[in-house]
């Protein structure tokens, strides 16, 4: 049972223009909502979050915009770099009701071309 | 600061054999949870450790067990190893405030069942 989905698995972007990452999830119970940037041969890297009390949260390029209604959170990168090109993980929590464990999608896989 | 590390970085076992990973945590944190990466597939929780016991759990066989230290490193024991635990597994640590937090994840450790 997929509680957090990320429906595109591949995303090409120009360098400079907008990158756009998509996240849905199931369980409304989620509150508090994590974008993960991973690199081949590395640990994902923690990129920014959001609670559900916000619908969003701005950290240099990226912000995170969260929609309760429709359960789904999107990621964008303004302007985007050719060192964003990795896999991005959205991940979600509902702490106590799940307990301290992230659900995580199944990642979307960024190339930006300079 | 070191941050979240792992060992060994890869490794290869027979089908049936018994393996251990360790992680060792970012200072300062005082939660380690364990995390499975199969091919293609965002990571999936397997359980957390806290106080040196396993304080949540998610969907995985009891073949699965862990160990949580008092300076907070931990081990992850995978008994009777089938082809299907071939993934890579991540370690991630927190510190328990009771309030929502990130995660820090380490480089993971490639398992291959043969």
């Known amino acids: 049972d997929q509680q957090v989905k990320q429906n595109s698995p591949s995303l090409s972007v120009q360098e400079g223009r907008i990158s756009i990452l998509n996240c849905d999830y199931t369980?409304?119970?989620?509150?508090?909502f994590l974008w993960y940037k991973k690199y081949p041969a590395e640990g994902p890297t923690f990129l920014i979050s959001?609670?559900?009390?916000?619908d969003k949260n701005e950290d240099g390029r990226f912000t995170v915009f969260l929609n309760k209604s429709a359960k789904h959170l999107s990621l964008h990168i303004v302007p985007s770099q050719p060192g964003d090109s990795a896999v991005y993980f959205c991940?979600?929590?509902?702490?106590?009701?799940?307990?301290?464990?992230?659900?995580f999608g199944t990642g979307t896989s960024l190339t930006v071309i300079p | 600061d070191a941050g979240v590390t792992q060992s060994p970085t890869h490794l290869i076992k027979t089908r049936g054999q018994q393996v251990t990973l360790r992680c060792s945590p970012k200072?300062?944190?005082?939660?380690v949870s364990w995390y499975q990466q199969a091919l293609g597939q965002g990571p999936q929780f397997i359980f957390q450790?806290?106080?040196?016991?396993?304080?949540q759990r998610g969907n995985f066989p009891d073949r699965f067990s862990g160990h949580q230290f008092p300076n907070y490193s931990s081990e992850l024991n995978v008994n009777a190893l089938l082809l299907g635990d071939s993934a890579l597994y991540l370690c991630?640590?927190?510190?328990?405030?009771?309030?929502?937090?990130?995660?820090?994840f380490g480089q993971g450790t490639r398992l291959t069942v043969v």
């Open positions: 991630a640590s927190s510190f328990s405030t009771g309030a929502r937090t990130e995660a820090f």
């Open positions: 369980n409304s119970m989620f509150d508090y």
């Open positions: 959001i609670s559900s009390i916000k």
């Open positions: 991940a979600a929590s509902a702490y106590p009701n799940t307990g301290n464990q992230f659900y």
């Open positions: 200072s300062g944190h005082d939660t």
């Open positions: 450790y806290y106080e040196e016991e396993e304080r």
